[in-house]
């Protein structure tokens, strides 16, 4: 039977170079944008029918999507909530709440609720790979980048949660730092392509096993601490 991963915010960067991994390695991909019609480079992986629309950070878009995959009976073994925004480089007298509360809905709240939104299709044993950040660390915190740092942090405390709320053999949960990458957040001079990434995210997700579940990796495979 085929395998069916959900991979969100795939029309660039990193959810491209992983929509192009995984079905390199037999899975179905299912990608989202919010505009699927302006999707021109996922167009050229997937056919029209696996281009979902999803908006992240809009609940009424999360609970739509949730229905329509159970409206086609799509059932997922994998989701990787990739979806994100970056939120400027502030430091602590540029802090807006506006710019917090948009980058902490679209990279922390947003992945939570669409994990709940397509749970009625995730099969026993399927894998959800949150895209994190060694900048949300607390451990290893610098300095700057009030918004995303925190929303980040935000979103390895939802893993956690969830690895304790849901058993290992139902679902595992995991955060990843995708490391410093060529995309328009990381910048040109970024040390790996989206591609680079991309496969070393594919590796530590096929190496995952009830036993990592509420963990924290880098694109290395390396444990990283909250």
């Not at 069916?4 to 299912?30: D, H, P």
């Not at 997937?46 to 979902?52: T, Y």
């Not at 995303?148 to 690895?163: E, Q, W």
Request: neutral net charge; glycine residues 10%.
């Amino acid at each position: 039977m085929q395998k069916t991963i959900l991979i969100t915010g795939s029309n660039r960067g990193i959810g491209l170079a992983l929509t192009e991994a995984f079905m390199k390695q037999g899975y179905r991909v299912l990608g989202t944008a919010r505009q699927p019609e302006k999707a021109v480079q996922l167009g050229k992986l997937l056919p029209e029918k696996d281009i979902l629309r999803l908006d992240v950070s809009q609940e009424d878009s999360i609970g739509e999507f949730g229905v329509f995959l159970e409206q086609r009976n799509i059932q997922l073994t994998g989701l990787i909530n990739n979806a994100g925004v970056y939120g400027g480089r502030e430091g602590f007298s540029e802090i807006e709440s506006a710019i917090l509360m948009e980058t902490f809905l679209v990279n922390a709240v947003g992945p939570l609720m669409v994990l709940k939104s397509c749970l009625p299709v995730l099969t026993p044993g399927a894998k959800v790979m949150n895209v994190s950040s060694n900048m949300g660390s607390i451990t290893n915190a610098g300095g700057r980048h009030y918004a995303y740092r925190m929303s980040k942090s935000a979103l390895n405390m939802a893993t956690r949660i969830l690895s304790i709320d849901f058993p290992a053999d139902r679902f595992i949960f995991v955060s990843v730092h995708p490391g410093w990458v060529q995309t328009d957040m990381g910048g040109e001079h970024a040390n790996i392509t989206p591609q680079q990434s991309a496969e070393a995210l594919l590796t530590v997700y096929l190496n995952l096993d009830s036993g990592d579940s509420g963990k924290f990796f880098s694109y290395t495979g390396k444990t990283l601490e909250w």
